[in-house]
Nanobody
Framework: QVQLVESGGGLVQAGGSLRLSCAAS????????MGWYRQAPGQQREWVAG???????NYADSVQGRFTISRDNAKNTMYLQMNSLRPEDTAVYYC???????WGQGTQVTVSS
């Protein structure tokens, strides 16, 4: 079973940046696709970005051009670089590995206007 731990969330002003990390233990991330999701208060969890085992990246329209997903297989870690943050990006951000379906515990991102 893969254990995932997110970090890097926090409070930032609109227009600012944050980088989230998702560190894995228990399995090699290089063999699985992974993704970032987010859940705002009172809303359903939504997909934000994904990266395949081969490095192909995809983004939700709402973050295209502002967020960048990446992975470092040597460190067994996935990242989400978030630039030009907006108040509507405020949510708990979760990472997920697709092979086993494991989720992290989430990290809070709050963007003030």
């Amino acid at each position: 079973q893969v254990q995932l731990v997110e970090s890097g969330g926090g409070l930032v002003q609109a227009g600012g940046s944050l980088r989230l990390s998702c560190a894995a233990s228990g399995s090699r991330l290089s063999i699985t696709g992974m993704g970032w999701y987010r859940q705002a208060p009172g809303q359903q969890r939504e997909w934000v970005a994904g990266i395949s085992s081969g490095g192909v990246r995809n983004y939700a329209d709402s973050v295209q051009g502002r967020f960048t997903i990446s992975r470092d297989n040597a460190k067994n870690t996935m990242y989400l670089q978030m630039n030009s943050l907006r108040p509507e990006d405020t949510a708990v951000y979760y990472c997920k590995e697709y092979l086993g379906g494991s989720w992290g515990q989430g990290t809070q991102v709050t963007v003030s206007s």
